[in-house]
């Protein structure tokens, strides 16, 4: 059975752009969170979609948007890019909350 | 969610065993205790999840105390291949669905040969 897959893999954008990074979860898994990990850093909870419903946000601004689509697919947009937003973002979808089953992550370099 | 204590980094040689503890004094009654492995540029991989007592799967052990305010995850004969940053979450552990996981600092084990 395939993982979680995440696209791009890599991504340069630049001050004040906008990005969508993407997300398949696993086949009959519900549940996609997205994280963004800075180097260094533990990941940190940026929201959760459960049955197209967002059911969870970290504390990040308006900036950051998500949706589910009715297969469960998940995208995660990044308007205004900041230089600070420069991170691994990464995807997992689960049956349970405490088991998440995590992508390889979308590379963001914002310059 | 409860915030949990871990050290930062830990060393150790090959074909040791390996316990890495964690802290999370105000783990709440229906909260689990799970324990994350991540490597370089990949994203956390799910290693072993428990409530109370010990729990052990083909990778690791997790020895929980009565009290619940602290968990060991237990490597046995670590290889070079362990090497990595590991992670301890509460949280609660339901079908809700409707959680998310907190990620402290993590510690990072490097294994030497």
């Known amino acids: 059975d395939a993982g979680v897959t995440q696209s791009p893999t890599h991504l340069i954008k630049t001050r004040g752009q906008q990005v969508t990074l993407r997300c398949s979860p696993i086949s009959g898994h519900k549940s996609v969170s997205w994280y963004q990990q800075v180097l260094g850093q533990g990941p940190q909870f940026i929201f959760q979609?459960?049955?197209?419903?967002?059911?969870g946000r970290g504390n990040f601004p308006d900036r950051f948007s998500a949706r589910q689509f009715p297969n469960y697919s998940s995208e995660l947009n990044v308007n205004a890019l900041l230089l600070g937003d420069s991170a691994l973002y990464l995807c997992?979808?689960?049956?349970?909350?405490?088991?998440?089953?995590f992508g390889p992550g979308t590379r963001l370099t914002v310059l | 969610l409860a915030k949990t204590t871990q050290p930062i980094s830990m060393d150790s040689y090959e074909g040791q065993e390996v316990n890495i503890t964690c802290s999370h004094n105000n783990i709440a009654t229906n909260d689990y205790i799970t324990w994350y492995q991540q490597f370089p540029s990949q994203g956390p991989r799910f290693i072993i999840q428990g409530y109370k007592t010990k729990v052990t799967n083909e990778v690791a052990s997790l020895f929980i105390p009565a009290d619940r305010k602290s968990s060991t995850l237990s490597l046995p004969r670590v290889s070079l291949s362990d090497t990595a940053v590991y992670y301890c979450l509460v949280g609660d552990g339901g079908s809700s669905n409707t959680g998310k996981l907190i990620f402290g600092q993590g510690t990072t084990l490097q294994v030497k040969p």
């Open positions: 997992a979808s689960s049956w349970t909350v405490n088991e998440q089953f």
């Open positions: 979609y459960y049955e197209k419903e967002e059911r």
